[in-house]
Nanobody, 127 residues
């Protein structure tokens, strides 16, 4: 059974840091790209960061560039999102996603390309 399990969320004051982890298991197909998304109450889910597994090339939405870093440890089947200089507007449920060859990694920040999703981890940033 395919699983993506996120962890590392929590509550932090503005300017603080958190590191999210997403551990994958049960995949019979190679993951082509992985991404982190977030969804605040009343808003659409948006792409935050993505990474291609064949060359570790990364992509970020403009609002997190210079503050967030996506990385992966293939030996641990884990993708990380290091979040620094957090702002109250970063408050959201954060989701990990994976796209296999049956998905579409043309733009890793687009939700439509992913065929597997985790359950999410809450990040709350207070001012």
């Amino acid at each position: 059974q395919v699983q993506l399990v996120e962890s590392g969320g929590g509550s932090v004051q503005a300017g603080g840091s958190l590191r999210l982890s997403c551990t994958a298991s049960g995949f019979s197909e190679r993951r082509v790209c992985m991404g982190w998304f977030r969804q605040a109450p009343g808003k659409e889910r948006e792409g935050v960061a993505g990474i291609y597994t064949f060359d570790d090339d990364t992509l970020y939405t403009d609002s997190v560039k210079g503050r967030f870093t996506i990385s992966r440890d293939s030996a641990k089947n884990t993708v990380y999102l290091q979040m620094n200089s957090l702002k109250p507007e970063d408050t959201a449920m954060y989701y990990c996603a994976a796209a296999t060859s049956r998905g579409n990694c043309y733009n890793p920040l687009h939700t439509a390309g992913y065929n597997y999703w985790g359950q999410g981890t809450q990040v709350t940033v207070s001012s």
